[in-house]
């Protein structure tokens, strides 16, 4: 068949759950034996989100071949287990650099560069990019920011010459919201009224309509959605609040949205969708009351979004050991010799999470310290590993001043550095080691147990690494370089096996875990937890 692209746009406010909705679409197309892709336009003229802070746009989310991206791609593999690239994330700030960089060789012959058609067009292309691989039977595009905003203009003009262009193999779906004035008891349809209306003025009459609320909408408020808003009134979809995003698809399926979309796209739906594994995942989840309390200490954890894939493959990991996860925060700038008892002593497990940069190290290492004294499970993700490394250095090594060179240039055990071949390299993004690399483990260590290979996969992102020089002394010391990078030998797993769980992995297993193949680290580690406050609390 035809390759068919889905666009999800959305309206009246943000953070409405754009990538939920279209993960969910996926999810369910899946389901159905479709072949399913999703990708993110971002309106930043950012050329990607690797430099912004996580304070401003939350977790940077990692592909397999090392492009730094928009978290929602992170929902994307977890909803459909599929691995996403470079191609499935494209900002305003790439489109520009291209047609810049086309202009600069002369692509245009001379003519005036313009906003239409150049700009358009290599949205377009970016668009079509994915289906013209002849993979996919579904490309759903979600474009980022709100109808209205300046910035997606030439996003929704180039969904708007895609969809005369495409016809019947295009599709609309427009996400809104449909608030609740709690003085007048009412819900107001108006907002969505207005959304679908300056989207009709840019040219895009929207199939089907998905409203975000947190009260039931009723048939009548659905019907005169409807109306007022050209769209059938079975294609007028509500989104409720739900305990958990995983719930989502299975809502979506009740109110026939698949089905929908199959027909308006000229297919007629046959069967349901394939939800066993799902259902399975969610009557686990339901199921679960027994907690499992851990701890991720961290710099950025006010913030919702900062490690949003170790949050959801905690989550999973419980799930899938039939725990409800009790997960608690801890700012590693508030750890102290003087408090740090007080506030680990009641968890199961530990995580010391992944970052950049001087602020709240301390903390992690008196976290580390601690945790590694009182044999709690713990699991160091990048950095968290890193500071594993530096922390045994000071502790059992009895190297004092050991320190990673990013923290401290001039410190006299370098035991966490740049590579030498590195140190030259003036761009940051070029010192970076991102993307899927292999991965050698040691047999009979705790993590080739826990995934049982020796050969695995996992994504990175960072610039320092393990001092090989110091590799003896470590091992000797009893910290065991049990994972490495086969072709350059640079380790990538530590282990202490004279503890019961005390990992660290240079790489983010989180980046892999999705709702139907969760990371085996994770689900290790969950289970060493439980075992760990069965035994002790």
Not at 61 to 76: C, N, P, Q, S
Not at 292 to 312: C, M, R
Not at 329 to 354: C, F, M, Q, R, W
Request: net charge negative; hydrophobic share 35%.
């Amino acid at each position: 068949m035809e390759t068919k692209y889905l666009f999800v746009t959305g309206g009246v406010v943000s953070s409405l759950g754009k990538g939920i909705i279209s993960s969910s679409i996926a999810c369910l197309l899946k389901a159905r034996g479709y072949r399913v892709t999703i990708q993110k336009f971002d309106p930043y003229i950012n050329i990607d989100p690797g430099t912004l802070n996580p304070y401003e746009h939350g977790e940077c989310y990692v592909t397999v071949d090392g492009h730094e991206a928009d978290l929602d791609l992170g929902h994307y593999e977890r909803f459909t287990n599929i691995r996403t690239t470079r191609a499935n994330n494209i900002t305003t700030g790439r489109i520009y650099q291209s047609v810049i960089d086309k202009e600069r060789r002369g692509d245009y012959l001379g003519k005036t560069v313009q906003i239409v058609p150049h700009i358009t067009d290599e949205i377009k292309r970016s668009v079509k990019k994915l289906g013209l691989t002849g993979d996919y039977d579904f490309v759903i595009t979600e474009i980022g920011g709100v109808v209205g905003d300046i910035e997606s203009l030439p996003f929704l003009e180039a969904v708007r010459q895609l969809r005369w262009e495409l016809g019947q193999n295009s599709l609309c779906v427009h996400l809104t919201y449909v608030p609740y004035i709690a003085a007048a008891k009412e819900l107001k349809t108006k907002p969505t009224q207005h959304s679908v209306k300056k989207l009709q003025e840019l040219g895009i009459q929207p199939d089907v309509l998905v409203l975000r609320t947190e009260h039931p909408i009723t048939p009548e408020a659905r019907r005169k959605i409807a109306l007022f808003c050209n769209i059938t009134p079975d294609a007028v979809v509500q989104s409720i609040d739900l305990p958990s995003i995983y719930e989502v698809p299975v809502k979506m399926h009740e109110q026939h949205l698949d089905e929908i979309i199959l027909r308006k796209c000229g297919i007629t739906p046959e069967g349901e969708p394939h939800m066993a594994p799902w259902m399975s995942f969610l009557d686990k989840m339901h199921s679960a009351t027994k907690p499992v309390t851990i701890g991720l200490v961290g710099k950025y954890v006010e913030l919702q979004d900062a490690y949003k894939s170790i949050d959801e493959s905690l989550f999973q990991a419980a799930t899938y050991n039939d725990r409800k996860l009790d997960l608690r925060y801890i700012h590693s700038e508030k750890v102290t010799e003087e408090n740090v008892g007080e506030l680990l002593s009641g968890l199961d497990g530990i995580v010391v999470a992944p970052g950049f940069g001087q602020r709240g190290i301390e903390g992690k290492f008196i976290a580390l310290k601690w945790a590694r004294e009182h044999d709690v499970p713990t699991l160091g993700i990048c950095l968290g590993m890193q500071c594993m490394v530096i922390e045994y250095a000071r502790n059992v090594l009895g190297l004092a001043d050991a320190n990673s060179t990013e923290m401290d240039p001039k410190t006299p055990h370098n035991v966490i550095d740049l590579m030498e071949e590195q140190k030259s390299i003036s761009n940051m993004g070029g010192t970076m080691r991102l993307g899927a690399y292999d991965c050698r483990l040691r047999p009979g260590s705790l993590a080739a147990k826990a995934y049982g290979s020796c050969e695995i996969s996992e994504r990175h992102r960072h610039r320092f690494e393990f001092n090989e020089e110091y590799r003896p002394a470590f091992e000797a010391a009893g910290m065991a370089c049990v994972g490495e990078n086969p072709l350059t030998h640079l380790v990538e797993v530590v282990e202490v096996p004279g503890k019961r769980w005390y990992l660290g992995t240079q790489y983010h297993p989180e980046y892999s875990s999705t709702v139907l193949s969760p990371n085996p680290l994770f689900l290790s580690f969950v289970d060493a937890a439980i075992n760990y406050g069965e035994e002790n609390h």
